[in-house]
Protein backbone atom coordinates (compact mmCIF):
# COMPACT_ATOMS: atom_id res chain seq x y z
CA UNK A 1 0.00 0.00 0.00
CA UNK A 2 1.82 3.53 -1.13
CA UNK A 3 1.40 6.27 0.83
CA UNK A 4 1.99 10.11 0.93
CA UNK A 5 3.28 10.36 5.04
CA UNK A 6 4.81 7.67 7.14
CA UNK A 7 3.87 8.41 10.96
CA UNK A 8 7.09 7.01 12.82
CA UNK A 9 5.68 6.94 16.78
CA UNK A 10 8.85 5.72 19.00
CA UNK A 11 7.29 3.73 21.99
CA UNK A 12 8.77 2.16 25.14
CA UNK A 13 6.00 0.65 28.26
CA UNK A 14 3.82 3.32 26.37
CA UNK A 15 0.16 1.50 26.83
CA UNK A 16 -1.19 4.20 28.68
CA UNK A 17 -0.24 7.12 25.85
CA UNK A 18 -1.20 4.84 22.77
CA UNK A 19 -4.75 4.36 22.37
CA UNK A 20 -5.24 7.99 22.51
CA UNK A 21 -2.64 8.70 20.11
CA UNK A 22 -4.06 5.97 17.58
CA UNK A 23 -7.21 7.39 17.92
CA UNK A 24 -6.53 10.16 16.50
CA UNK A 25 -4.37 9.00 13.96
CA UNK A 26 -7.83 6.79 12.72
CA UNK A 27 -9.98 10.25 13.01
CA UNK A 28 -7.30 11.93 10.58
CA UNK A 29 -8.24 13.58 7.29
CA UNK A 30 -6.21 12.34 5.38
CA UNK A 31 -6.32 8.82 6.73
CA UNK A 32 -6.14 7.10 3.89
CA UNK A 33 -2.84 8.79 2.72
CA UNK A 34 -0.41 7.55 5.89
CA UNK A 35 1.07 4.37 7.23
CA UNK A 36 1.86 4.68 10.70
CA UNK A 37 5.03 2.93 12.04
CA UNK A 38 5.50 1.81 15.67
CA UNK A 39 9.05 1.44 16.46
CA UNK A 40 9.33 -0.30 19.86
CA UNK A 41 12.17 -1.00 21.80
CA UNK A 42 11.17 -3.82 23.69
CA UNK A 43 8.08 -3.19 25.78
CA UNK A 44 6.48 -5.14 28.72
CA UNK A 45 3.09 -4.40 28.84
CA UNK A 46 0.26 -4.18 26.52
CA UNK A 47 1.58 -1.88 23.41
CA UNK A 48 1.52 -4.59 21.51
CA UNK A 49 -1.97 -5.66 22.24
CA UNK A 50 -3.24 -2.12 21.59
CA UNK A 51 -1.76 -1.57 18.07
CA UNK A 52 -2.90 -4.98 16.96
CA UNK A 53 -6.31 -3.72 18.26
CA UNK A 54 -5.98 -0.40 15.37
CA UNK A 55 -5.21 -2.72 12.81
CA UNK A 56 -8.61 -3.23 11.03
CA UNK A 57 -8.75 0.63 11.60
CA UNK A 58 -5.32 1.32 10.52
CA UNK A 59 -4.39 -1.74 7.79
CA UNK A 60 -1.20 0.23 7.11
CA UNK A 61 -0.18 0.02 10.19
CA UNK A 62 3.30 -1.85 11.35
CA UNK A 63 4.98 -2.66 14.17
CA UNK A 64 8.58 -3.08 14.48
CA UNK A 65 10.29 -5.01 18.20
CA UNK A 66 13.60 -3.28 18.32
CA UNK A 67 13.79 -6.70 21.24
CA UNK A 68 15.41 -3.93 23.69
CA UNK A 69 15.46 -0.45 24.67
CA UNK A 70 17.77 0.98 21.72
CA UNK A 71 16.60 4.56 22.83
CA UNK A 72 15.12 7.32 20.91
CA UNK A 73 17.75 8.05 18.28
CA UNK A 74 18.59 4.71 16.70
CA UNK A 75 15.12 3.08 17.59
CA UNK A 76 13.31 6.20 15.29
CA UNK A 77 16.12 5.51 12.52
CA UNK A 78 14.84 2.23 11.99
CA UNK A 79 11.31 3.36 11.99
CA UNK A 80 12.30 5.76 9.26
CA UNK A 81 14.72 3.66 7.69
CA UNK A 82 11.27 0.99 7.59
CA UNK A 83 9.10 4.29 5.56
CA UNK A 84 7.53 3.50 2.19
CA UNK A 85 6.84 7.31 1.94
CA UNK A 86 8.84 10.54 1.12
CA UNK A 87 7.69 12.65 4.16
CA UNK A 88 8.51 11.17 7.77
CA UNK A 89 6.74 12.21 10.52
CA UNK A 90 8.57 11.89 13.85
CA UNK A 91 5.93 11.46 16.75
CA UNK A 92 6.29 10.85 20.22
CA UNK A 93 3.74 8.30 21.78
CA UNK A 94 2.32 11.13 24.88
CA UNK A 95 0.45 12.95 22.21
CA UNK A 96 -2.46 13.33 19.68
CA UNK A 97 -3.40 14.68 16.69
CA UNK A 98 -6.16 17.11 15.78
CA UNK A 99 -8.22 15.88 13.09
CA UNK A 100 -6.78 17.39 10.21
CA UNK A 101 -3.12 17.80 11.12
CA UNK A 102 -1.62 15.14 8.77
CA UNK A 103 -3.04 16.68 5.51
CA UNK A 104 -2.47 20.32 6.94
CA UNK A 105 1.44 19.00 6.86
CA UNK A 106 0.98 17.34 3.52
CA UNK A 107 -0.23 20.41 1.83
CA UNK A 108 2.61 22.65 3.28
CA UNK A 109 5.52 20.38 1.93
CA UNK A 110 3.81 20.73 -1.55
CA UNK A 111 3.69 23.99 -1.56
CA UNK A 112 6.93 24.59 -0.18
CA UNK A 113 9.61 21.78 -2.21
CA UNK A 114 12.24 24.05 -0.74
CA UNK A 115 12.03 23.29 2.75
CA UNK A 116 12.94 19.87 4.27
CA UNK A 117 11.55 20.04 7.75
CA UNK A 118 8.42 21.29 9.06
CA UNK A 119 7.68 21.66 12.47
CA UNK A 120 3.62 21.73 14.07
CA UNK A 121 2.25 24.24 16.84
CA UNK A 122 2.50 22.14 19.83
CA UNK A 123 0.37 22.48 22.49
CA UNK A 124 -0.96 21.25 25.96
CA UNK A 125 -1.59 17.38 25.97
CA UNK A 126 -4.88 18.83 27.84
CA UNK A 127 -5.98 22.27 26.22
CA UNK A 128 -4.64 24.88 24.18
CA UNK A 129 -1.91 26.21 25.88
CA UNK A 130 1.17 26.66 24.02
CA UNK A 131 3.97 24.45 24.57
CA UNK A 132 6.14 25.51 21.21
CA UNK A 133 7.37 24.84 17.81
CA UNK A 134 11.30 24.00 18.57
CA UNK A 135 14.10 26.31 18.85
CA UNK A 136 14.43 29.88 16.85
CA UNK A 137 18.04 29.33 17.20
CA UNK A 138 20.48 29.65 20.51
CA UNK A 139 21.71 31.47 22.80
CA UNK A 140 24.90 33.16 23.19
CA UNK A 141 25.43 30.14 25.79
CA UNK A 142 25.32 27.73 23.28
CA UNK A 143 21.43 26.61 24.92
CA UNK A 144 18.26 26.42 22.84
CA UNK A 145 16.12 29.51 22.37
CA UNK A 146 12.61 28.64 22.33
CA UNK A 147 10.15 30.19 19.47
CA UNK A 148 7.37 31.92 20.53
CA UNK A 149 3.87 31.48 19.47
CA UNK A 150 3.04 32.77 16.08
CA UNK A 151 0.02 32.55 13.04
CA UNK A 152 2.20 32.17 10.01
CA UNK A 153 4.70 29.71 9.19
CA UNK A 154 8.75 31.32 9.91
CA UNK A 155 12.11 30.56 9.70
CA UNK A 156 12.80 28.05 12.73
CA UNK A 157 16.39 26.28 14.05
CA UNK A 158 15.10 22.66 14.60
CA UNK A 159 11.55 21.18 14.99
CA UNK A 160 10.48 20.75 18.07
CA UNK A 161 11.31 16.99 19.06
CA UNK A 162 8.31 15.53 19.92
CA UNK A 163 7.06 16.36 16.08
CA UNK A 164 8.12 16.77 13.09
CA UNK A 165 8.30 16.24 9.29
CA UNK A 166 10.45 15.70 7.26
CA UNK A 167 11.74 14.48 3.99
CA UNK A 168 13.26 10.90 4.23
CA UNK A 169 15.97 11.31 1.62
CA UNK A 170 17.22 14.25 3.26
CA UNK A 171 17.03 12.82 6.77
CA UNK A 172 19.89 10.29 5.62
CA UNK A 173 21.64 12.35 3.75
CA UNK A 174 22.48 14.69 6.41
CA UNK A 175 23.16 11.54 8.51
CA UNK A 176 19.61 10.49 10.13
CA UNK A 177 20.19 10.82 14.45
CA UNK A 178 23.68 10.12 15.73
CA UNK A 179 22.57 6.62 17.36
CA UNK A 180 25.71 7.40 20.39
CA UNK A 181 23.31 10.47 21.28
CA UNK A 182 21.01 8.05 22.58
CA UNK A 183 18.12 11.02 23.70
CA UNK A 184 17.80 14.55 24.34
CA UNK A 185 19.31 17.81 22.15
CA UNK A 186 19.24 15.62 18.87
CA UNK A 187 16.67 17.62 17.10
CA UNK A 188 18.87 20.54 17.34
CA UNK A 189 21.77 18.39 15.71
CA UNK A 190 19.50 17.83 13.00
CA UNK A 191 18.15 21.05 12.46
CA UNK A 192 21.78 22.79 12.82
CA UNK A 193 22.64 19.79 9.87
CA UNK A 194 19.36 20.83 7.58
CA UNK A 195 20.43 24.38 7.94
CA UNK A 196 24.04 24.31 7.62
CA UNK A 197 23.62 22.31 4.28
CA UNK A 198 21.78 25.40 2.62
CA UNK A 199 17.99 23.72 3.29
CA UNK A 200 15.34 25.00 5.43
CA UNK A 201 12.78 24.38 8.78
CA UNK A 202 9.90 26.11 9.03
CA UNK A 203 6.86 25.99 11.21
CA UNK A 204 3.28 25.19 10.49
CA UNK A 205 1.32 26.68 12.46
CA UNK A 206 -2.18 25.56 11.94
CA UNK A 207 -1.19 21.91 11.68
CA UNK A 208 -1.52 21.47 15.67
CA UNK A 209 -0.33 18.61 18.10
CA UNK A 210 -1.23 17.99 22.00
CA UNK A 211 1.95 16.35 23.58
CA UNK A 212 1.93 15.92 27.68
CA UNK A 213 5.82 15.67 27.96
CA UNK A 214 8.18 14.18 30.23
CA UNK A 215 5.92 11.20 30.57
CA UNK A 216 8.92 8.99 31.28
CA UNK A 217 11.22 11.08 33.38
CA UNK A 218 8.09 13.15 34.85
CA UNK A 219 5.13 10.81 35.19
CA UNK A 220 3.76 12.37 38.17
CA UNK A 221 0.76 14.35 37.58
CA UNK A 222 -0.78 11.75 34.45
CA UNK A 223 -1.34 13.80 31.72
CA UNK A 224 -0.59 17.33 33.64
CA UNK A 225 2.85 18.91 34.77
CA UNK A 226 2.40 18.99 38.40
CA UNK A 227 6.17 19.05 39.68
CA UNK A 228 9.48 19.17 38.15
CA UNK A 229 11.58 16.47 38.17
CA UNK A 230 15.28 15.00 37.12
CA UNK A 231 17.91 12.59 37.20
CA UNK A 232 21.38 11.43 36.94
CA UNK A 233 20.59 9.87 33.41
CA UNK A 234 18.80 12.82 32.36
CA UNK A 235 21.19 15.23 33.64
CA UNK A 236 23.67 13.70 32.13
CA UNK A 237 22.57 13.45 28.45
CA UNK A 238 22.06 16.96 28.57
CA UNK A 239 25.05 18.10 29.57
CA UNK A 240 27.01 15.94 27.37
CA UNK A 241 24.80 16.31 24.10
CA UNK A 242 25.10 20.29 24.90
CA UNK A 243 28.55 19.94 24.60
CA UNK A 244 28.44 17.58 21.91
CA UNK A 245 25.94 20.38 19.58
CA UNK A 246 28.67 22.41 19.91
CA UNK A 247 31.71 20.70 19.64
CA UNK A 248 30.43 19.01 16.39
CA UNK A 249 28.60 21.79 14.00
CA UNK A 250 30.23 24.59 15.26
CA UNK A 251 32.82 25.67 12.34
CA UNK A 252 35.08 28.42 13.57
CA UNK A 253 33.98 31.63 15.77
CA UNK A 254 30.96 29.64 17.27
CA UNK A 255 33.23 27.91 18.83
CA UNK A 256 33.86 30.12 21.58
CA UNK A 257 30.13 29.30 22.91
CA UNK A 258 32.05 26.79 24.89
CA UNK A 259 33.65 28.93 27.07
CA UNK A 260 30.35 31.08 28.25
CA UNK A 261 28.94 27.20 28.13
CA UNK A 262 31.15 25.34 30.11
CA UNK A 263 30.87 28.39 33.37
CA UNK A 264 27.20 27.56 33.11
CA UNK A 265 27.30 24.28 33.66
CA UNK A 266 29.94 24.85 36.63
CA UNK A 267 26.94 27.18 37.69
CA UNK A 268 24.03 24.62 37.36
CA UNK A 269 26.14 22.16 38.99
CA UNK A 270 26.91 24.57 42.31
CA UNK A 271 22.93 25.27 42.35
CA UNK A 272 22.07 21.13 41.90
CA UNK A 273 24.79 20.37 44.78
CA UNK A 274 23.45 22.99 47.34
CA UNK A 275 19.81 21.62 46.25
CA UNK A 276 20.85 18.06 46.99
CA UNK A 277 23.91 18.03 49.28
CA UNK A 278 24.31 14.91 46.92
CA UNK A 279 28.15 15.42 45.70
CA UNK A 280 27.39 11.75 43.88
CA UNK A 281 24.53 12.96 41.60
CA UNK A 282 26.98 16.04 40.43
CA UNK A 283 29.70 14.39 39.51
CA UNK A 284 27.78 11.56 37.85
CA UNK A 285 25.72 13.95 35.84
CA UNK A 286 27.69 17.24 35.60
CA UNK A 287 31.13 16.10 35.59
CA UNK A 288 30.76 12.95 34.00
CA UNK A 289 28.97 14.51 31.44
CA UNK A 290 31.74 17.03 30.29
CA UNK A 291 34.29 14.35 30.68
CA UNK A 292 32.53 12.34 28.49
CA UNK A 293 31.77 14.89 26.12
CA UNK A 294 35.23 16.32 25.25
CA UNK A 295 36.27 12.35 25.34
CA UNK A 296 34.45 11.14 22.51
CA UNK A 297 36.76 12.54 19.90
CA UNK A 298 36.39 10.04 17.49
CA UNK A 299 32.68 10.51 17.03
CA UNK A 300 33.27 14.43 17.33
CA UNK A 301 35.85 14.24 14.11
CA UNK A 302 33.57 11.61 12.58
CA UNK A 303 30.74 14.34 12.15
CA UNK A 304 32.66 17.40 12.15
CA UNK A 305 34.25 15.55 8.52
CA UNK A 306 30.79 14.55 7.24
CA UNK A 307 28.93 18.26 8.85
CA UNK A 308 32.16 20.12 5.96
CA UNK A 309 31.12 17.97 3.50
CA UNK A 310 27.60 18.46 3.82
CA UNK A 311 27.85 22.34 4.43
CA UNK A 312 27.01 25.20 2.21
CA UNK A 313 26.68 27.98 5.24
CA UNK A 314 29.26 28.51 8.09
CA UNK A 315 29.40 30.16 11.44
CA UNK A 316 28.85 33.87 9.84
CA UNK A 317 25.46 32.63 8.24
CA UNK A 318 24.39 30.66 11.18
CA UNK A 319 24.56 34.02 13.36
CA UNK A 320 21.35 34.75 12.65
CA UNK A 321 20.22 32.07 14.69
CA UNK A 322 21.80 33.52 17.75
CA UNK A 323 20.56 35.31 20.50
CA UNK A 324 20.99 37.29 23.52
CA UNK A 325 17.84 36.18 25.88
CA UNK A 326 18.86 33.21 27.85
CA UNK A 327 17.32 30.55 26.27
CA UNK A 328 16.93 28.71 30.31
CA UNK A 329 14.43 31.63 31.02
CA UNK A 330 10.94 29.78 30.18
CA UNK A 331 12.36 27.01 32.48
CA UNK A 332 13.24 29.50 35.21
CA UNK A 333 9.80 30.59 34.82
CA UNK A 334 8.67 26.99 35.33
CA UNK A 335 10.54 27.15 38.69
CA UNK A 336 8.63 29.66 39.83
CA UNK A 337 5.79 27.91 39.26
CA UNK A 338 6.53 24.61 40.03
CA UNK A 339 8.92 24.61 42.38
CA UNK A 340 12.47 23.32 42.11
CA UNK A 341 13.08 20.07 41.00
CA UNK A 342 12.89 17.01 42.71
CA UNK A 343 16.27 14.61 42.18
CA UNK A 344 15.83 10.92 41.98
CA UNK A 345 19.03 8.87 42.39
CA UNK A 346 18.85 7.02 39.10
Not at 111 to 136: K, T
Not at 185 to 210: M, N, Q
Not at 251 to 262: A, N, T
Request: glycine fraction near 8%; aromatic fraction near 10%; charged fraction near 20%.
Amino acid sequence: MSADISLVILNYNGAQWLDRCLESICCQTAAGRLEVIITDNGSTDESRAICERFVPRLPALRFINNGKNLWYCEANNIGAASARSPLVFILNNDLWLEPDCVETLLKHSDERPDVQLFSPRVLNYDGDIFQGFGARGLDWLGICSSTPDHAMPRELFSGFGCAFVIRKDYFFKVGAYPPELLIYGDELDLGWRVLASGRRVISTPSAKVHHRGAAVANPAGGTKHVELRTNEMKRFLSVRNGLLLLLKNCQHILLLMLIPHLLMLGCEALFFLMLTRNWKFVRNSYVAGVVQAFGMTHHVRAWRQKNRSLRRHGDFWMLRFLYLKPGRWGEAMEVFRLGVPKVEQR
